[in-house]
């Protein structure tokens, strides 16, 4: 099992900035793409984007393009996603999620096995 625990979320004026945490815990080894979704209110949830198990392949949303960089340290076990610009319609509860299966970078969620409980992140405008 690997658990997930996100921090870093919060409410933050459009234009301004927060950085995203993820500390994963127990069969970390096992965990090889790791990824970041968002979840509105009444909308499905949403690829944000995603990084391969030695940090070298990354691939983004195109909302999200620019503006969002995702990193990982593999050493402290940490997935980080920087959000700068940032805009009302970024507002949801934003979720990493960790994929024991796939080597190569995937926006589907079912190619996600482990889930993090998720942090509000609020864009007022």
């Known amino acids: 099992q690997v658990q997930l625990a996100e921090s870093g979320g919060g409410l933050v004026q459009a234009g301004g900035s927060l950085r995203l945490s993820c500390a994963a815990s127990?069969?970390?080894?096992?965990?090889?793409?790791m990824g970041w979704f968002r979840q509105a209110p009444g909308k499905e949830r949403e690829f944000v984007a995603a990084?391969?198990?030695?940090?070298?392949?990354?691939d983004y949303a195109d909302p999200v393009k620019g503006r969002f960089t995702i990193s990982k340290d593999n050493a402290k076990m940490s997935l980080y996603l920087q959000m700068d610009s940032l805009k009302p319609e970024d507002t949801a509860v934003y979720s990493c999620?960790?994929?024991?299966?796939?080597?190569?970078?995937?926006?589907?969620?079912?190619?996600?096995?482990?889930w993090g409980q998720g942090t509000q992140v609020t864009v007022s405008s």
């Open positions: 999620a960790a994929s024991t299966t796939r080597w190569a970078v995937s926006r589907t969620p079912a190619d996600f096995d482990f």
């Open positions: 127990g069969r970390t080894y096992r965990s090889r793409v």
């Open positions: 990084i391969g198990w030695d940090g070298g392949t990354t």
